[in-house]
């Protein structure tokens, strides 16, 4: 079946530094990806996402990059602050719509100050 | 807008019971996604529904089912509850608007836990 894999599981890094998580799905279907932030306690939330016909976008500190061909996209976040610790997840859709998601398993970062 | 709303937002049960969760979608919202949410597996999808139609199904036994209404308002039912079943049901709603992102926005989820 359809399946995503996200890496790292953890990451931890100094307040100021970048952050890469990478993730490949399975479904050559897949056209749309998104990215959600979950904090503890909470629901997750939309961070940023993308289409399959777009290579890159960015929104401030964060962006996305996807290769089609080789079914791989990541997020990144520059100039981390501790509010950005959290648990991310990356996403590829199925089927037409876009609207049924595969989630990778997660990353749980920790910006330290 | 309202966001997405969940009810309820915690439930306790015993094993071989039945349980139905509900979840409305931001208003004008068409599609809804339901997803089970546990530490060792993360997010699963169960089911789409839009305009009152399953599109999508994912991998979960046939005691999950679901249904949509005319309003679009969602409902998930889950039968002869197993331990297993505990976890975080959440659902999300999107657009479905022409030349958008699917955008999903999750509602706070329903805690299960079954006993």
């Known amino acids: 079946g359809e399946n995503v894999e996200q890496h790292p599981s953890t990451l931890s890094v100094q307040e100021g530094d970048s952050a890469v998580i990478k993730c490949t799905y399975s479904?050559?279907?897949?056209?749309?990806f998104p990215w959600y932030k979950q904090e503890l306690g909470k629901r997750p939330q939309l961070i940023i996402d993308?289409?399959?016909?777009?290579g890159e976008k960015k929104d401030q500190r964060i962006a996305v990059t996807l290769n089609k061909t080789a079914k791989h996209f990541s997020l990144h976040i520059t100039e981390t602050q501790p509010e950005d610790s959290a648990v991310y997840f990356c996403?590829?859709?199925?089927?037409?719509?876009?609207?049924?998601?595969?989630f990778g398993k997660g990353t749980t970062l920790s910006v330290s100050s | 807008k309202a966001g997405v709303t969940q009810t309820p937002r915690y439930l306790i049960k015993t094993r071989g019971q039945q349980v139905t969760l509900s979840c409305s979608p931001i208003?004008?919202?068409?599609?809804v996604s339901w997803y089970q949410q546990t530490p060792g597996q993360g997010l699963q999808f169960l089911f789409e529904?839009?305009?009152?139609?399953?599109?999508n199904k994912g991998n979960f036994p046939g005691r999950f089912s679901g249904r949509q209404f005319s309003n679009s308002r969602s409902e998930m039912n889950v039968s002869t509850l197993e331990l297993g079943d505990s976890a975080l049901y959440l659902c999300?709603?999107?657009?479905?608007?022409?030349?958008?992102?699917?955008?999903?926005?999750f509602g706070p989820g329903t805690r299960l836990t079954v006993t």
């Open positions: 999300a709603s999107s657009p479905i608007a022409g030349g958008h992102l699917p955008e999903q926005y």
């Open positions: 479904d050559s279907a897949s056209n749309y």
């Open positions: 993308i289409r399959s016909n777009v």
């Open positions: 996403a590829a859709s199925i089927g037409q719509a876009g609207t049924a998601l595969i």
């Open positions: 208003s004008g919202h068409r599609s």
């Open positions: 529904y839009f305009s009152e139609t399953q599109r």
